[in-house]
């Protein structure tokens, strides 16, 4: 089945500085997959998906970019505000029609 | 209602009971899954429907986890016998297409 990896567990930058997440997955056959930002006490909310025939996807300060070839996707944040601050959980659908299977997830602290 | 809703919002039970978690999904969702997070994790696929079939129980942890949705709409998760072991936060999400999750707010199970 679908295993997905995500880099690094916790990241901290300074307020205006960009941040990185990376993820890894395993099914060659996956075709969609999307980031999750959950704040404390809240349900994992939707900010941004791509599907396996884009590279690039982005929406405003936010972008999401997909390697097929070394099956990684990266989530990119620009210009981060302390409102970033959360956790972020990337996902990969199992094989074409599946179920998600997530990331252990990335902890953001954005410094003012 | 607007989002997506579970209940009860918090559960304790004593360890050999029974318990039942109820999720109401966004009307006209065909699609409802069922997560269980631990706390500083990814949520863990358990089982997902799309209208009334049961398409994919995989995730179940063992015979003492069952879900139904009977009429497309509502689903209940049933964990029988429950153990300590089975403590932690049960979400559940509902999808129009398969696609673009949308999580409720979960229901934290105590078994003590």
């Known amino acids: 089945g679908e295993n997905v990896e995500q880099h690094p567990s916790t990241l901290s930058v300074q307020e205006g500085d960009s941040a990185v997440i990376k993820c890894t997955y395993s099914d060659s056959a996956s075709n969609y997959f999307p980031w999750y930002k959950q704040e404390l006490g809240k349900g994992p909310q939707l900010i941004i998906d791509?599907?396996?025939?884009?590279g690039e996807k982005k929406d405003q300060r936010i972008a999401v970019t997909l390697n097929k070839t070394a099956k990684h996707f990266s989530l990119h944040i620009t210009e981060t505000q302390p409102e970033d601050s959360a956790v972020y959980f990337c996902a990969a659908r199992q094989g074409s029609q599946g179920n998600l299977i997530f990331g252990k997830g990335t902890k953001l602290s954005v410094k003012p | 209602g607007a989002g997506v809703s579970q209940s009860p919002r918090y559960k304790v039970t004593k360890r050999g009971q029974d318990v039942a978690l109820r999720c109401d999904p966004i009307?006209?969702?065909?699609?409802l899954y069922w997560y269980r997070q631990a706390l500083g994790q990814g949520p863990e696929f358990l089982t997902y429907?799309?209208?009334?079939?049961?398409?994919?129980k995989s995730g179940l942890p063992n015979d003492r986890f069952s879900a139904e949705r009977p009429e497309g709409s509502i689903s209940t998760l049933t964990i029988q016998r429950t153990e300590q072991r089975d403590s932690a936060m049960y979400r559940c999400?509902?999808?129009?297409?398969?696609?673009?999750?949308?999580f409720g707010s979960g229901t934290q199970l105590s078994v003590l």
């Open positions: 009307s006209g969702h065909v699609s």
């Open positions: 999400a509902s999808s129009l297409s398969g696609e673009k999750l949308f």
């Open positions: 791509i599907r396996s025939n884009v």
């Open positions: 429907f799309n209208y009334e079939a049961q398409q994919d």
